[in-house]
């Protein structure tokens, strides 16, 4: 059964860090590339950081340039979102999901993500 669990989430000050965890189950990362998404309520979800089957990574906001890195580790089948320097509209619900394929996907592209997790919610606040 192909799966997708996220963990991690809670409430931060401002300036502090978090790791999020997407663990996978039912396929290989070398085979599906897998994204980092939030959203906030009333908005659109969007698009953060992904990396390929190759890992390869692909930016697509700059609002976390410097402050959140995605990598993997195989061995787990889990893929981390590294947020470092939260500000409080950082403040979501974030999800990770696979890509239908081993590469990235353009930005705006969010239906070629086939399999989500169920997000965990990230709040930043003094």
């Known amino acids: 059964q192909v799966q997708l669990v996220e963990s991690g989430g809670g409430l931060v000050q401002p300036g502090e860090s978090l790791r999020l965890s997407c663990e996978v189950s039912?396929?290989?990362?070398?085979?599906?590339?897998i994204g980092w998404f939030r959203q906030v309520p009333g908005q659109q979800r969007g698009e953060i950081l992904c990396?390929?089957?190759?890992?390869?990574?692909?930016h697509y906001t700059d609002s976390v340039t410097g402050r959140f890195t995605i990598s993997r580790d195989k061995a787990k089948n889990t893929v981390y979102l590294r947020m470092n320097s939260l500000k409080d509209e950082d403040t979501a619900v974030y999800y990770c999901?696979?890509?239908?394929?081993?590469?990235?996907?353009?930005?705006?592209?969010?239906?070629?993500?086939?399999?989500w997790g169920q997000g965990t919610q990230v709040t930043v606040s003094s």
């Open positions: 039912g396929f290989s990362l070398d085979d599906y590339g």
């Open positions: 990396i390929g089957g190759h890992g390869g990574i692909i």
């Open positions: 999901a696979r890509v239908d394929g081993r590469l990235c996907p353009r930005p705006g592209k969010l239906d070629e993500f086939d399999v």
